[in-house]
């Protein structure tokens, strides 16, 4: 069956503090995958699609990268606007065009 | 630019009672879903409408219904409601099925 895992489940940091957050998958081949990011009473809001390894997409502080097995969510000098849950989602090849696989995501909390 | 646009906001039903979501995307995108969000799980597709006049099952379709009305238009019923379906229910929509999900802000469900 196919998986997604993220980790940390959550993760405190101070403002300016860099780190990254982790989507790994089982490879049964990848189509797409695909960063969201969700506030509180919110809806996921789209952030980035990687369809590659070795793509690479930037907004502001934040960085997404793809391998053959996970992908990387940096996060370069957060702010505390950047709190919320960041939510990683993967197509599989071999199955519908039309099915994500949702991680559980992970609490970010930038602290000023 | 309302996006997706779902109705009500919160509802409380009574076991047994029905109940129709209400889901609406003004992005002229021809796919559309039906998600629920419970926590400790990732979001979890319940059905899809792959274009208008199409349907089908996701991962948890047991309980549901759905009905593409018009391209702009997809709903969620659910015919004698159970506790289990307590839920938060999102509605998405893409421009095709390999395109990022754009979602609305949700309908926060209980059943008692």
């Given at each position: 069956?196919?998986?997604?895992?993220?980790?940390?489940?959550?993760?405190?940091?101070?403002?300016?503090?860099?780190?990254?957050?982790?989507?790994?998958?089982?490879?049964?081949?990848?189509?797409?995958?695909?960063?969201?990011r969700q506030d509180p009473g919110k809806g996921p809001e789209f952030l980035f699609t990687l369809y590659s390894a070795g793509e690479e997409k930037e907004?502001?502080?934040l960085k997404a990268t793809l391998t053959k097995k996970e992908s990387f969510l940096h996060i370069t000098a957060p702010k505390p606007e950047d709190s919320a849950t960041y939510l990683c989602a993967v197509q599989f090849s071999g199955g519908s065009n039309y099915k994500l696989t949702f991680g559980k995501g992970t609490l970010l909390t930038v602290n000023p | 630019n309302a996006g997706v646009t779902q109705t009500p906001k919160f509802q409380v039903l009574k076991t047994g009672q029905s109940m129709t979501l209400q889901c609406a995307q003004d992005m002229n995108h021809n796919s559309m879903y039906w998600y629920r969000q419970d926590p400790?799980?990732?979001?979890?597709?319940?059905?899809?409408?792959?274009?208008?006049?199409?349907?089908?099952?996701g991962e948890v379709p047991n309980g549901y219904n759905v009905s593409r009305l018009n391209k702009r238009e997809f709903s969620l019923r659910l015919?004698?409601?159970?506790?289990?379906?307590?839920?938060?229910?999102?509605c998405a929509s893409s421009v095709v099925g390999n395109q990022p999900q754009h979602f609305g802000d949700g309908t926060r469900l209980s059943i008692l």
């Open positions: 069956e196919d998986q997604v895992t993220q980790s940390p489940e959550a993760l405190r940091l101070q403002e300016g503090e860099s780190s990254s957050l982790n989507c790994s998958y089982t490879v049964s081949g990848l189509r797409g995958l695909f960063w969201y907004k502001e502080r | 400790g799980m990732g979001l979890r597709l319940i059905y899809y409408s792959a274009s208008e006049g199409t349907t089908d099952k015919e004698s409601a159970a506790p289990s379906q307590t839920s938060v229910y999102f």
